[in-house]
């Protein structure tokens, strides 16, 4: 019964988001901080994990090429079709459940805590729309992350199959352009932003939810981050299976 009442309770915290709005003034503030805080203070990791992942998927990939008959440029298109259609979309969202949802929760958990949330519903304001949708319209960046990510993660793995000597930049190239379909591009952006409601959402949810002192704000954030993660992995199948099968 727990959870068909978390269920119940976040869909009309969905429906609160953007019921009796903040005046633009002060949204328009909101809004810039949270891109700030969620979308530039990601590039970092972001840039970090998809260039070295992307460097390791092509040196496995390569490795386990043994047969000779098998051209090279594969693994320039192996590489390619593991960045776009699951690494870049599906595995930085997992990683951004952690940074960015932890980040939510508990910077709301906390008002949640010192009774800031308490205050701004005395003072008429809808506090969900006030804390959740700069969030949810910061996420909305969230597909430019992810480029980036495809970018950097096909790059990467340009470096590792150059200087480890895997195949020809030439081999490479040709493996990257390789029957590519633009489709592929289109699916990864629709998961993603699907992703970034959810990750604007369900972290939002538990730390505005939350009951306790400062411990719970950590195990809210413990929490948040493993629905987040769930619910990702959950609709990335749906999605899949829906777009391209």
Same mark, same amino acid.
């Given at each position: 019964?727990?959870?068909?009442?978390?269920?119940?309770?976040?869909?009309?915290?969905?429906?609160?988001?953007?019921?009796?709005?903040?005046?633009?003034?002060?949204?328009?503030?909101?809004?810039?901080?949270?891109?700030?805080?969620?979308?530039?203070?990601?590039?970092?990791?972001?840039?970090?994990?998809?260039?070295?992942?992307?460097?390791?998927?092509?040196?496995?990939?390569?490795?386990?090429?043994?047969?000779?008959?098998?051209?090279?440029?594969?693994?320039?298109?192996?590489?390619?079709?593991?960045?776009?259609?699951?690494?870049?979309?599906?595995?930085?969202?997992?990683?951004?459940?952690?940074?960015?949802?932890?980040?939510?929760?508990?910077?709301?958990?906390?008002?949640?805590?010192?009774?800031?949330?308490?205050?701004?519903?005395?003072?008429?304001?809808?506090?969900?729309?006030?804390?959740?949708?700069?969030?949810?319209?910061?996420?909305?960046?969230?597909?430019?992350?992810?480029?980036?990510?495809?970018?950097?993660?096909?790059?990467?793995?340009?470096?590792?199959?150059?200087?480890?000597?895997?195949?020809?930049?030439?081999?490479?190239?040709?493996?990257?352009?390789?029957?590519?379909?633009?489709?592929?591009? /289109?699916? +990864? !952006?629709?998961? @993603?932003? *699907?992703?970034?409601? &959810? $990750?604007?959402? %369900?972290?939002?949810?538990?730390?505005?939810?939350?009951?306790?002192?400062?411990?719970?704000?950590?195990?809210?954030? /413990?929490? +948040? !981050?493993?629905? @987040?993660? *769930?619910?990702?992995? &959950? $609709?990335?199948? %749906?999605?899949?299976?829906?777009?391209?099968?």
């Amino acid at each position: 019964m727990t959870y068909l009442h978390n269920i119940g309770a976040y869909f009309i915290m969905v429906k609160d988001i953007f019921r009796k709005p903040t005046k633009w003034s002060v949204m328009k503030g909101l809004i810039l901080k949270d891109i700030d805080d969620l979308i530039i203070g990601s590039f970092g990791i972001v840039a970090f994990i998809s260039f070295f992942v992307g460097g390791v998927v092509t040196i496995q990939t390569a490795l386990n090429i043994t047969n000779p008959l098998i051209p090279k440029y594969l693994v320039g298109f192996a590489t390619r079709q593991s960045v776009i259609l699951e690494f870049a979309p599906t595995f930085i969202s997992i990683i951004m459940a952690g940074k960015v949802g932890s980040f939510i929760t508990s910077s709301i958990g906390t008002m949640r805590v010192t009774e800031q949330i308490d205050a701004l519903e005395v003072m008429g304001i809808n506090a969900i729309n006030y804390l959740v949708f700069p969030k949810f319209v910061a996420l909305m960046l969230y597909p430019f992350v992810i480029s980036i990510a495809m970018f950097l993660g096909i790059l990467g793995g340009m470096a590792a199959c150059i200087y480890g000597g895997f195949s020809t930049l030439d081999d490479y190239i040709t493996g990257i352009q390789l029957d590519f379909m633009p489709f592929h591009i /289109t699916y +990864a !952006f629709i998961k @993603t932003i *699907v992703f970034a409601f &959810l $990750l604007a959402t %369900i972290p939002s949810f538990y730390g505005f939810f939350m009951k306790g002192g400062a411990l719970e704000v950590g195990k809210a954030s /413990t929490t +948040a !981050f493993v629905w @987040t993660s *769930v619910a990702i992995i &959950l $609709l990335n199948y %749906i999605i899949t299976q829906l777009l391209l099968s």
